[in-house]
């Protein structure tokens, strides 16, 4: 079983980086992942939690490589799966996350468990995303004990 899926949306690649960086913060607490860059449904499995790193892309859309996947999400029963958020996004643009915000009203549309509050990186103010989805991801694991 893996512990974590972790399924990325991203047009210009910085959700990518963080998702590599949030795969090698889990590496070092002995937890299994897979990152998932064209993600699909069926690929995933729904055993270990899901987080969900995305950015925002045009007019508050998702990037178009998890659009299909947010397709399939909006017709499948997800009640079975527990998930986290971490959206980026450039707070000088109203549809600041929205992609995030979108990513995670479908899954609990769908039925699943939100494990914590999403978080939402401005990238004005943290040029390097990864670093503030690592602390945050450290500081969620240790609460779970």
């Known amino acids: 079983?893996?512990?974590?899926?972790?399924?990325?949306?991203?047009?210009?690649?910085?959700?990518e980086y963080v998702a590599d960086a949030l795969q090698e913060t889990l590496n070092k607490h002995g937890l299994?992942?897979?990152?998932?860059?064209?993600?699909?449904?069926?690929?995933?499995?729904?055993?270990?939690?899901?987080?969900?790193?995305?950015?925002?892309?045009?007019?508050?859309?998702?990037?178009?490589?998890?659009?299909p996947f947010a397709k399939q999400l909006a017709e499948t029963d997800t009640s079975d799966v527990s998930f986290l958020?971490?959206?980026?996004?450039?707070?000088?643009?109203?549809?600041?996350?929205?992609?995030?915000a979108q990513m995670e009203k479908v899954l609990k549309n769908s039925g699943a468990r939100m494990d914590a509050p999403a978080l939402n990186i401005d990238v004005l103010h943290h040029p390097i995303p990864e670093q503030t989805a690592v602390d945050w991801l450290e500081t969620?694991?240790?609460?779970?004990?």
Do not use: K
Not at 140 to 145: A, E, F, N, P, Q
């Open 1 to 15: 079983m893996t512990d974590f899926e972790i399924v990325v949306g991203s047009m210009l690649g910085a959700s």
């Open 32 to 67: 299994t992942s897979n990152i998932h860059l064209t993600p699909n449904l069926s690929d995933i499995s729904r055993e270990g939690t899901w987080i969900i790193c995305t950015s925002t892309h045009g007019a508050g859309d998702l990037p178009d490589n998890i659009q």
């Open 85 to 100: 958020v971490i959206g980026l996004g450039d707070s000088s643009y109203d549809t600041f996350c929205f992609g995030a």
């Open 140 to 145: 969620w694991l240790s609460s779970r004990g």
